[in-house]
């Protein structure tokens, strides 16, 4: 089945460790993203990719990092940087086409510092 | 300021009835706008998908409005389930980029 697959579903994460988020798409998609989500807010924005080799930056990307070498994977690291790492983790992807473009999530991970 | 507003934050209906969530936005101009359903502890799911030219469009039980001239969509649940426990998230697409503007959802709850 096409879809978008995040892994874990569960993460824990001691104080000072790098830890890092799987996502994979085989729906041929160009566009990849990762958000984060927490109680009572909206989707905000970490990283997105609109090719291969190429990232950019969103509205919160300090303490996390990328990379896009394949097509169909966009793995996020959380790095030790990040104070408060602790929720929702969502991919998504997306074609690159305006009109009636959607986009795909994963089933996202739940990343929790203990 | 968000730049998508949704209302009301949260709210509990009886099952088979019918509710209202709205969305305001400022992103303009604008692709296209989305609701999705994300079940707690899920990723969210499409219900419906508008361009600016469109003025409705339905899936099932559910029914998106859209005024592009007021800025405003509604997504309205006919004859409620139990399964309809979500949160509805209202998406705006910018014109000329990909970096989606996400309302806060509105968090529904439908009781026996």
């Known amino acids: 089945d096409g879809g978008i697959t995040q892994s874990p579903k569960y993460l824990f994460r001691k104080e000072g460790q790098n830890v890092t988020l799987s996502c994979e798409q085989n729906l041929n998609h160009d566009a990849m993203y990762w958000y984060r989500q927490d109680p009572g807010q909206g989707l905000r924005l970490i990283y997105y990719?609109?090719?291969?080799?190429?990232?950019q930056k969103g509205d919160i990307a300090e303490g996390y990092s990328v990379s896009r070498e394949k097509k169909e994977s966009f793995p996020l690291t959380v790095t030790s940087a990040q104070k408060n790492p602790t929720a929702f983790y969502l991919c998504?992807?997306?074609?690159?086409?305006?009109?009636?473009?959607?986009?795909?999530f994963g089933q996202g991970t739940r990343l929790t510092v203990v | 300021k968000n730049q998508v507003e949704q209302s009301p934050q949260s709210l509990i209906i009886l099952e088979g009835k019918n509710c209202t969530l709205q969305c305001n936005y400022t992103v303009s101009p604008f692709s296209n706008l989305r609701w999705y359903k994300q079940d707690t502890g899920r990723g969210p799911v499409s219900l419906t998908i508008m361009t600016f030219s469109e003025n409705t469009k339905s899936n099932g039980r559910y029914t998106a409005t859209l005024d592009a001239d007021t800025k405003q969509s509604s997504l309205h649940i006919t004859a409620s389930q139990l399964s309809d426990s979500a949160s509805y998230i209202c998406?705006?697409?910018?014109?000329?980029?990909?970096?989606?503007?996400f309302g806060k959802g509105n968090q529904v709850v439908v009781i026996p």
């Open positions: 990719s609109q090719i291969v080799n190429d990232f």
């Open positions: 998504a992807s997306s074609q690159n086409r305006q009109e009636n473009t959607e986009a795909f």
């Open positions: 998406v705006v697409r910018p014109y000329g980029n990909n970096r989606l503007a």
